[in-house]
């Protein structure tokens, strides 16, 4: 990212992190786990926060299946649209390491403007989903290297391809920065 940071317009420059990284992320692991892996860290049990721990497990799976149902289907119609059998990418995601990851921030303790709660980057996976958030600050920057604001409609989603996809493709679907 260091080399495309670089490259930006002043206009388009994202915001670097400086300092400890001031979000709290709740990593919840969703779908099915292999029952055999040479990979038992990618697999640890999750994190249950305190303040939620009576609701936290069903609202995560809730969230988890309906966003995994999403994500299989479009790895469906991704396959379909590079011409590939239908389920080319959703049988390649079976048993992987999904993660749901909820972001917490204390503005009470983080509360200046230019405060960074996440830098840029791709994430490391095949498909990241994006729910709507109560606040703004997810950016985005288009292949030409515009930056670019979003706000997430009431009952959407947005996808983007990871890494993983970007190379299961061979660069023909790209991952997306935010």
Known sequence: ????YDAQTPENKAHKITGA?????????IGERPTQTEFA???APSVIPEAFAEEWSVTMNMWGSKMMNALEEIARLAALGLGLPRDQFSNMMKHGPHLLAPTGSNLNKYNSVDTVFAGFRTDLNFMTIHGKSRF???????????KMSLSIPDGCLLVQAGP??????GGHVRAGFH
């Open 41 to 43: 860290e990618l697999n």
């Open 136 to 146: 703004p600050g997810l950016v985005i920057w288009l292949r030409d290297g515009t």
């Open 1 to 4: 990212c260091e080399g495309i």
């Open 164 to 169: 993983q996809f970007e190379y299961l493709t």
């Open 21 to 29: 990284d001031p979000k709290w992320r709740f990593f919840w692991r």
